[in-house]
Each structure stands twice: as C-alpha cells, then as structure tokens.
C-alpha cells in the first residue's frame, strides 16, 4: 500500500516509516517544515507538505493513498501543561473527520489513535478493546466519538490505542516525571505507589500499527499494550536511582505542589489489558520493557538537560 502517515517525524511516526517500508509498503508523510522534509526523504518516505491546521492538505494526502495512518497528534501545544489539552483533542476530532472525507466510500483503512484509558470500565480493573464510554471525562475521547463518527459514514476505521510508548531515550508521562525529579531533587510517587501505569516499547508500537493497518477490519480497537501495569513506586525507584536522588513518597495534598500538572495523572491507577489484540493481529511484543529502558538512559544528559 500506500500509505499517508501523520505525525511522521514524531517519535513514534518515526518507527512506523521503517516498519511499513521494511514489509513493502510505500511512505507518504505529512510534515509543515523543511527540517521535517529532509527526514522523511533520509528516511525513504515521500514529503506531504501540510498540517493538522489544515484539513485540505490532510484530504489531499488520504485521497492520494491506499491507507492512512493517523498518529500526529499536537503535543507542542501543551507547553509545561496540559491547559490546552482540551483544545488539542478538539484538534485530533477535526483532523480524523478530515481524513475521513477523502476515504469514505472505499475500503481504504484509516487508523487513529487513542490512549488506553478510553477502555476502563471499572476503576482499578484493566482496560478493553471492547469499551468505550463516548461520554468519559477525558478529553482524549474526542479521537474516539470522531472515529465513530466516520464509520457512520462508511469509513474503514479502527483505532490504536496507545500507553507509556518508551525507548531509552523517551517514555510518555514518565518523560515528564523525570523532568520533576531533576528540578524538585527527589523521585516521588504517592502514597504507597500501587497505582499502576500500561507500557510498551515504540518499535513494538510501531508493528501494531502496521497490523492493523493491515488487517483493516472496520470498528476495530487494539490496545498497544506489552506490559499490564507497573507501580508508580517501581517507576520512581528506577527514576531516582538513575538521578541519583531520593526516592520519597507523598500525600495527595502534598503532590500538586512537587508534581504540577502532572499530578492530575501520577496517581491514576491505569491498567489495560493487550489479550484481544494479541488474539487478533497475533502481535507479541519483544522489545525491552519500561523498566529496563529506564535502566538504560542516559542519565547524565537527564540530569544536565
């Protein structure tokens, strides 16, 4: 196929370019800048000159291709917050029934992307592909009530469900949490740090994208998920002996003034499920894990930087 990749100079759009090429596919990616051009030729794919900003150029790219893979998704906006979280994911909703514009009527695959938490039904329980709740309070469901939006609309859509994408040199929210240990001179989690985070590693990402790509089975959901959950403690442990630093617990009250924005995720327990997926696109991850990647940063830039 040919497929236009959004966010295809991002972190993990830049694992998918080398995992569609090395199974045959053919690369088209969106990029607004010359720096981001030259990658993507370096990288063997084809420039696309657009940006979410404009829906034109995202139906001209999905009009020109076999399939889309839609994983851009504006986290410069967010700055040292999250205030314009809301306002991104209106962003997301606008792109997918954009590109959904150029495929409806064929059988073209379009796939979007999500996070994990749209599949928790019971607190404490991990989530599924089977649920979503159009109406839960997170933002990010945008993604998803637009994703169905277009399969009203006879648009082959399915949608990716992302966790804590890491390597060694990124890893989601965690990324953030090292930030915050640096800066506050202690690694924290709060209370006893049971709560649980979903992980995966980026090229293991990067083939579940392709799998379902490649699958295009229209409603479909798959959770991008190698690891369940690991403990907010096992997290700060690993973040705090990397940094050198203490690793401490906190109160709930206490977390907002150490954590800043990202305390209104640090004590979520989210946990989620891979078993339908894995049953369905036969994916099986092998990459390191969160903890092991962790293990291998390079902590004096961490430290430095």
Same mark, same amino acid.
């Given at each position: 196929?040919?497929?236009?990749?959004? &966010? #295809?100079?991002?972190?993990? =759009? $830049?694992?998918?370019? /080398? *995992?569609?090429?090395?199974? %045959?596919?053919?690369?088209?990616?969106?990029?607004?800048?010359?720096?981001?051009?030259?990658?993507?030729?370096?990288? &063997? #794919?084809?420039?696309?000159? =657009? $940006?979410?900003?404009? /829906? *034109?150029?995202?139906?001209? %790219?999905?009009?020109?291709?076999d399939g889309v893979i839609h994983c851009a998704f504006d986290h410069s906006a967010f700055g040292n917050d999250f205030s314009k979280f809301s306002e991104v994911c209106e962003k997301d909703r606008c792109a997918i029934e954009a590109l959904g514009d150029a495929l409806k009527g064929?059988?073209?695959?379009?796939?979007?992307?999500?996070?994990?938490?749209?599949?928790?039904?019971?607190?404490?329980?991990?989530?599924?592909?089977?649920?979503?709740?159009?109406?839960?309070?997170?933002?990010?469901?945008?993604?998803?009530?637009?994703?169905?939006?277009?399969?009203?609309?006879?648009?082959?859509?399915?949608?990716?469900?992302?966790?804590?994408?890491?390597?060694?040199?990124?890893?989601?929210?965690?990324?953030?949490?090292?930030?915050?240990?640096?800066?506050?001179?202690?690694?924290?989690?709060?209370?006893?740090?049971?709560?649980?985070?979903?992980?995966?590693?980026?090229?293991?990402?990067?083939?579940?994208?392709?799998?379902?790509?490649?699958?295009?089975?229209?409603?479909?959901?798959?959770?991008?998920?190698?690891?369940?959950?690991?403990?907010?403690?096992?997290?700060?442990?690993?973040?705090?002996?990397?940094?050198?630093?203490?690793?401490?617990?906190?109160?709930?009250?206490?977390?907002?003034?150490?954590?800043?924005?990202?305390?209104?995720?640090?004590?979520?327990?989210?946990?989620?499920?891979?078993?339908?997926?894995?049953?369905?696109?036969?994916?099986?991850?092998?990459?390191?894990?969160?903890?092991?990647d962790l293990e291998q940063m390079h902590w004096p830039e961490a430290i430095t930087h």
């Open positions: 196929m040919r497929v236009f990749l959004t &966010g #295809a100079t991002g972190f993990i =759009g $830049s694992a998918i370019i /080398p *995992e569609l090429i090395n199974a %045959g596919h053919q690369v088209l990616g969106l990029t607004r800048s010359d720096d981001g051009a030259q990658s993507l030729i370096a990288a &063997g #794919a084809e420039v696309h000159r =657009g $940006s979410l900003e404009e /829906p *034109e150029s995202l139906r001209s %790219g999905a009009a020109q291709s064929s059988d073209r695959p379009l796939v979007i992307t999500s996070g994990t938490g749209m599949g928790n039904a019971v607190p404490g329980q991990p989530a599924t592909e089977d649920h979503f709740d159009p109406d839960h309070p997170n933002p990010r469901r945008l993604s998803e009530v637009a994703g169905a939006a277009v399969l009203e609309r006879d648009v082959n859509v399915s949608v990716v469900r992302l966790p804590q994408v890491h390597n060694t040199v990124k890893q989601g929210l965690i990324t953030y949490a090292v930030h915050v240990a640096r800066e506050k001179g202690a690694s924290a989690y709060i209370g006893e740090g049971f709560n649980r985070w979903p992980a995966a590693h980026v090229l293991d990402v990067a083939r579940l994208y392709r799998l379902a790509l490649e699958k295009h089975e229209a409603g479909s959901r798959y959770n991008a998920v190698a690891e369940e959950g690991i403990s907010m403690r096992e997290i700060a442990e690993v973040i705090g002996r990397g940094l050198k630093a203490p690793t401490i617990s906190l109160t709930q009250e206490d977390a907002q003034a150490h954590f800043g924005w990202l305390a209104m995720f640090v004590g979520f327990d989210m946990p989620a499920s891979s078993a339908q997926t894995r049953q369905r696109l036969g994916w099986r991850p092998t990459r390191p894990g969160l903890i092991a």
